[in-house]
């Protein structure tokens, strides 16, 4: 009686089974074929509901057929992985070249100094290593060899690379994906921008590739590296842009590309992609404690590459704008003084004599906000902008003064041409011409908060020193007057030579700076010139104690001061009105 029992028992446990893995079985399998991609955390898969045309409902199975299952479900899961990029840099490999140089050096140790190449370029160490090598070189002179990357970029053998990958090379030499090997001559190369274009003369045109629009690229957009790492030459890698604009003082026009696309000694001087085969950006450096890549490089961005290969492929050389004025910074403070909702645009300090804006179309005070259709959001844009403009161009240039917008036009001179205006004196005081403008003296402007430790406005040798003019240096007993933590009495003969302050001075002289004031924190000192507060000339320490007490009036926290230095040079100063 008892076998007869429990076999029908059997039968039908047996069967609800079945079909409870058999249901579950096709619902998982309809689930793969039209969910989309899994929402839920990685390794968890998620089947979709059924419906009444692709599984009936199903007798719930016992609490321990489930857990046998799911593990066999999502084991069957498929896994294709990324898109390949195959056929991508299939086409784009022959146009990536090698470049091997040699450079006959002479020392008498048998060792000389290597190619200068940028703090953090994939070539820092790896010259050293040729170099090291060479100790101990019988006789005066050694070769030094070097591998880099470049690519072309015109059928006829037109080839970009990296300065430091080519400079002081006595024979260039390109490798190609063939096997075949050309000698290569120097078109033209730009140090600022770490660029040089190269011309062999092919049999047959060479695979080329063109620029694109790095200006169109975002962050977290694929791209794809190309180079010569180590050596090993043809090697693709793949990554996306990290960050854009980075400023790593390479040169006075950064604006480079991030990517953590792998880039590794040798990859210099060559092509990063967009995903659709346009060079977007030439990788030049990396930041490694190893030498290695560890997924921090950068690439000079094709939207201010391709302006100078081809300037250097048609002049040899580059033609830069020039405006022709000094700037600073906006600070906050400034930005308050002067009215602006944030720190913005680059503040002109000065106007060079003879320069393109000399005819008052832009004076000192203005801030450059925009820039032929460009917004120069901070000081280091302008240089930049300005650089990339053809000479002789004609820009609308908005500039706040007075509080309000005004636009006004500009025909840019030639950067080249303003070394007559840097040894008439005007230039920077560090004489740099560099940058399109004219930017101060890193040690002396760079940050206007910070106190000036320079000698330019201390009195001259053999004259009293500020502690000694105190109660002393008053030409006009009726007009000193203590604002802002400043001691200011009127120019004059005395106090020009006490404090060495050049003729073509002109304004309101500081004869002491009370300690721990706010004009003593922004480096305000004795012997320098207020010549304007707010935008406005100051005859008398009675205008600026009128002007000061107008603008608290008005609700303003800061003074905006134009400052000029024993020499004439000048730099805006907020102070904070106590």
């Keep these: 009686m008892a076998p007869t029992n429990r076999s029908p028992f059997r039968r039908t446990l047996a069967l609800m089974a079945s079909a409870a893995i058999l249901a579950h079985a096709g619902i998982n399998g309809v689930a793969y074929a039209q969910t989309a991609p899994q929402t839920t955390a990685p390794g968890v898969f998620t089947p979709a509901p059924a419906t009444p045309e692709t599984a009936a409902p199903a007798p719930?199975?016992?609490?321990?057929?489930?857990?046998?299952?799911?593990?066999?479900?999502?084991?069957?899961?498929?896994?294709?992985?990324?898109?390949?990029?195959?056929?991508?840099?299939?086409?784009?490999?022959?146009?990536?070249?090698?470049?091997?140089?040699?450079?006959?050096?002479?020392?008498?140790?048998?060792?000389?100094?290597?190619?200068?190449?940028?703090?953090?370029?994939?070539?820092?160490?790896?010259?050293?290593?040729?170099?090291d090598k060479k100790q101990g070189n019988n006789g005066p002179n050694h070769n030094v060899s070097s591998l880099g990357s470049g690519f072309v970029i015109d059928p006829a053998g037109y080839i970009v690379t990296n300065n430091h990958v080519i400079e002081g090379a006595d024979d260039i030499e390109i490798n190609f994906a063939n096997g075949s090997k050309l000698k290569a001559k120097l078109i033209g190369t730009d140090t600022k921008t770490d660029l040089s274009v190269l011309k062999v003369e092919p049999k047959a045109p060479l695979k080329s590739v063109k620029f694109g629009?790095?200006?169109?690229?975002?962050?977290?957009?694929?791209?794809?590296?190309?180079?010569?790492?180590?050596?090993?030459?043809?090697?693709?890698?793949?990554?996306?842009?990290?960050?854009?604009?980075?400023?790593?003082?390479?040169?006075?026009?950064?604006?480079?590309?991030?990517?953590?696309?792998?880039?590794?000694?040798?990859?210099?001087?060559?092509?990063?992609?967009?995903?659709?085969?346009?060079?977007?950006?030439?990788?030049?450096?990396?930041?490694?404690?190893?030498?290695?890549?560890?997924?921090?490089?950068?690439?000079?961005?094709?939207?201010?590459?391709s302006g100078v290969v081809d300037q250097l492929r048609e002049y040899g050389e580059t033609r830069r704008g020039w405006l022709g004025v000094r700037i600073q910074p906006v600070t906050d403070d400034i930005a308050d003084s002067l009215g602006l909702d944030t720190a913005k645009g680059a503040?002109?300090?000065?106007?060079?004599?003879?320069?393109?804006?000399?005819?008052?179309?832009?004076?000192a005070g203005d801030v450059i906000l925009k820039f032929d259709g460009k917004t120069v959001g901070e000081m280091r844009d302008l240089p930049r902008v300005v650089a990339e403009s053809s000479v002789g161009k004609e820009v609308d240039v908005v500039v706040l003064r007075d509080g309000k917008e005004q636009t006004v036009k500009v025909k840019l001179g030639r950067l080249e041409d303003s070394d007559q205006a840097a040894a008439s004196g005007d230039a920077a005081p560090d004489g740099s011409q560099d940058d399109g403008v004219i930017t101060p003296d890193p040690g002396e402007n760079n940050d206007m908060d910070e106190p000036d430790s320079g000698d330019q406005a201390q009195p001259t040798p053999g004259a009293p020193t500020p502690d000694q003019h105190q109660g002393q240096v008053s030409p006009d007993?009726?007009?000193?007057?203590?604002?802002?933590?400043?001691?200011?009495?009127?120019?004059?003969?005395?106090?020009?030579?006490?404090?060495?302050?050049?003729?073509?001075?002109?304004?309101?002289?500081?004869?002491?700076?009370?300690?721990?004031?706010?004009?003593?924190?922004?480096?305000?000192?004795?012997?320098?010139?207020?010549?304007?507060?707010?935008?406005?000339?100051?005859?008398?320490?009675?205008?600026?104690?009128?002007?000061?007490?107008?603008?608290?009036?008005?609700?303003?926290?800061?003074?905006?001061?134009?400052?000029?230095?024993?020499n004439g040079d000048l730099r805006f100063v907020a102070v904070p009105m106590e």
Aim: hydrophobic share 40%.
């Design 60 to 131: 719930t199975p016992p609490a321990t057929v489930a857990p046998q299952q799911a593990p066999q479900i999502q084991v069957a899961a498929p896994n294709n992985g990324p898109a390949s990029v195959a056929d991508l840099a299939e086409g784009l490999l022959d146009a990536v070249v090698n470049i091997s140089t040699s450079q006959n050096v002479k020392d008498d140790e048998g060792v000389g100094p290597a190619p200068r190449a940028p703090d953090g370029s994939p070539f820092q160490e790896f010259f050293n290593d040729f170099f």
């Design 213 to 305: 629009d790095s200006s169109t690229m975002r962050i977290g957009d694929w791209v794809m590296a190309i180079g010569n790492p180590f050596g090993f030459g043809g090697s693709v890698t793949v990554g996306i842009i990290s960050g854009r604009g980075r400023n790593i003082n390479a040169g006075p026009y950064d604006n480079f590309i991030q990517t953590d696309a792998a880039i590794n000694k040798g990859n210099s001087g060559g092509p990063l992609f967009n995903m659709k085969g346009e060079v977007i950006g030439i990788n030049t450096a990396i930041i490694s404690p190893s030498g290695g890549s560890i997924g921090i490089g950068f690439s000079v961005p094709s939207e201010l590459a």
């Design 347 to 363: 503040l002109v300090a000065g106007v060079i004599k003879g320069g393109p804006v000399d005819d008052g179309s832009i004076k």
């Design 477 to 566: 007993a009726s007009t000193p007057k203590n604002v802002l933590g400043l001691s200011l009495s009127l120019l004059s003969a005395e106090t020009r030579k006490a404090f060495g302050i050049a003729e073509s001075v002109d304004g309101v002289v500081v004869t002491e700076v009370t300690p721990g004031s706010a004009s003593a924190e922004k480096g305000l000192k004795p012997g320098d010139v207020i010549v304007e507060v707010a935008q406005e000339f100051m005859k008398s320490p009675d205008a600026v104690a009128a002007k000061v007490k107008s603008l608290k009036q008005e609700g303003r926290r800061n003074a905006q001061l134009m400052i000029a230095s024993a």
